[in-house]
């Protein structure tokens, strides 16, 4: 028998067991945490210690290894629901909305990643506990784990990944889409970001590109946003859209940047997700009591408030997911039926937008720095807010495009972005819309690549298209997505990216080059007898024509036609641009 004595200090040895157990379970402090923020953002080795200590105080969180960075170090993803899931095969079939939060894409912007571990925290054993039961939270704390460790905006290959959505040549995104939009097929995903302007805590913004569903955009825009700027106001904070304000012409005004698919928030439209920019400015001043007050934040206590107004954006992302969980399906799935619908229908001359302008939306009243002012003197304004991008011109969308075999080079790219594609088993007489492209210019070059605009016109041509063309359906869920890369006069395309390089030429100066090929050409021609004379006019003018019109092999199939071939499938699904296998 034991003694009781013994007994009693067994049993309460026991209970302080539990109790420490218990608290230990309440207060795992994260890294930025226990370091009173004091020290920016988590680096590598803490951030991966933390991620595992969490995983194993729970059997609700789940890691995959999406891939592995040219430094060796883990892209991860954090998946969280209860019960849990270990493959999107089980989500598909609880009905719960995905969201999907992607951290530190940017290296040196790092408040998102630290907001996730708390929110990690928190889902798995804090008060957010409840919300896993009604919603999937898939967690990337960080894309860019090697540009964070040295402060640095791109990878280890020099990519601005927020840049690389649409051809996918960094290995890090191009993980993300196959491996976690592609197959969990999120309802909700945010990128994380330091930019935007003070004195808000979180500036954000949905896809403003009219190329996307608009009831999906304005979803974002009028649905979530609004109730994430009350969750700020809510703990003192404010929210505002991005990016920032400015005086024209002693107007002040509100602009957003550019909108082009290459980045995530604006393709997550295209590919029928409700997708969010967060950005957290630096935090020197912050408004407060409900919008009406600015007041300067210590540099000490900078850090904190970022990781704060990240926090609150995330959560409120959650909790909307979970209350509305219904109506977000909702609209996904019609956004994707309209893409099959309108992508299939070939008598309704539905028109895709191919440039856009953009304009005020509304006006609203914001913080600005006072005109001419000191830094920090801030003044509420009202003003325009420039977030509407209203198309000036479109195309009709084709029943589907048609590329000849030479284009082989692309189908991996249309593949990675779950883009259905079939290759033609014999040849086909068909009329099609071809562009002749008039001008092709190269502004601006961007990592590795000069990027290219295309002026170009439209013909009607009946061609024989060649056994092993390849043809893309219009008619798929990323109808939208399709088009918009496929189309050669939009701002973000396979022309733009250098796709067709082998096909087509510059013409920079092109009005000058015409001169100077007339100009040796009457040179040439002084010296000439008649009969040579002529075949050389006759050569000169094709090349001319050559000059002007170059043929952009990528036909627009405009009516339903019986296509004989077989779809096409990847060689392998293994990770393409990995170098070295572990
Ligand atoms: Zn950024």
Not at 57 to 86: A, G, H
Not at 416 to 425: A, N, P, T
Request: proline share 5%.
């Amino acid at each position: 028998m034991i003694p009781r004595l013994f007994r009693r200090c067994l049993i309460a040895g026991l209970i302080a067991v539990i109790v420490i157990t218990a608290v230990y379970a309440q207060i795992i402090e994260t890294p930025a945490e226990k370091a009173h923020y004091q020290k920016g953002g988590t680096l590598y080795e803490p951030l991966m210690d933390f991620i595992y200590i969490l995983e194993s105080q729970t059997e609700l969180m789940n890691v995959q290894r999406l891939t592995k960075t040219l430094r060796d170090r883990d892209v991860v993803l954090c998946i969280l629901s209860d019960p849990p899931v270990y493959s999107p095969a089980d989500v598909a079939k609880t009905g719960k909305p995905v969201v999907l939060i992607a951290n530190n894409v940017h290296g040196g912007e790092v408040a998102g990643k630290d907001a996730s571990l708390e929110i990690m925290r928190d889902l798995i054993m804090g008060d957010l506990r409840p919300l896993l039961k009604k919603v999937v939270v898939l967690n990337i704390p960080s894309l860019n784990p090697d540009g964070a460790e040295e402060g640095r905006r791109t990878n280890e290959q020099g990519f601005d990944m927020n840049r690389d959505y649409l051809k996918l040549e960094s290995q890090e995104i191009f993980a993300l889409v196959s491996k976690v939009m592609n197959k969990w097929h999120p309802d909700i995903h945010v990128d994380t970001h330091h930019g935007g302007s003070a004195p808000y805590a979180l500036v954000y913004q949905t896809c403003m590109n009219p190329a996307g569903d608009s009831e999906l955009i304005r979803f974002g825009d009028e649905e979530v946003l609004p109730r994430i700027r009350e969750a700020l106001r809510a703990e003192d904070y404010d929210g505002f859209w991005y990016s920032g304000g400015r005086w024209v012409e002693g107007s002040p005004q509100w602009s957003p940047t550019s909108v082009e698919p290459r980045k995530q928030h604006v393709y997550s439209a295209l590919a029928n997700v409700v997708g969010f920019l967060f950005e957290t400015p630096s935090g020197d001043y912050r408004v407060v009591k409900n919008g009406t007050e600015v007041v300067a934040v210590p540099a000490e206590e900078r850090y904190q408030h970022q990781v704060r107004g990240e926090y609150i954006g995330q959560r409120e992302l959650i909790r909307f997911a979970a209350e509305r969980g219904r109506d977000l399906k909702r609209v996904i799935a019609e956004a994707k039926l309209q893409a099959l619908e309108l992508g299939n229908n070939d008598s309704d001359n539905d028109q895709i937008p191919i440039k856009y302008e953009q304009k005020e939306k509304f006006k609203e009243e914001f913080w600005i720095e006072k005109k001419d002012g000191e830094s920090g003197e801030y003044i509420k304004v009202k003003g325009g807010v420039h977030t509407l991008f209203e198309p000036t011109r479109t195309a009709t969308r084709p029943w589907g495009y048609l590329m000849p075999p030479q284009m082989a080079h692309v189908i991996p790219l249309l593949l990675g972005h779950e883009i259905s594609v079939k290759r033609l088993s014999e040849p086909v007489e068909v009329e099609v819309e071809v562009y002749y492209a008039k001008e092709i210019k190269h502004p601006e070059y961007f990592q590795g690549h000069y990027l290219k605009e295309v002026k170009a016109e439209k013909k009607v041509e009946k061609i024989i298209i060649p056994e092993g063309s390849f043809f893309i359906p219009a008619g798929q869920q990323k109808s939208n997505l399709i088009c918009y890369i496929l189309e050669p006069e939009t701002n973000d395309n396979l022309v733009t990216w250098g796709y067709l390089d082998d096909f087509l030429r510059v013409t920079v100066g092109l009005e000058e080059e015409q001169a100077r090929q007339k100009e040796r050409m009457q040179r040439y021609l002084e010296n000439m007898k008649e009969e040579q004379r002529k075949r050389f006019l006759k050569r000169f003018e094709l090349r001319m024509k050559r000059l002007t019109n170059q043929k952009i092999p990528i036909y627009r199939l405009m009516k339903k036609t019986g296509l004989k071939g077989v779809l096409v499938q990847p060689y392998n699904e293994y990770q393409k641009n990995m170098y070295i296998r572990y």
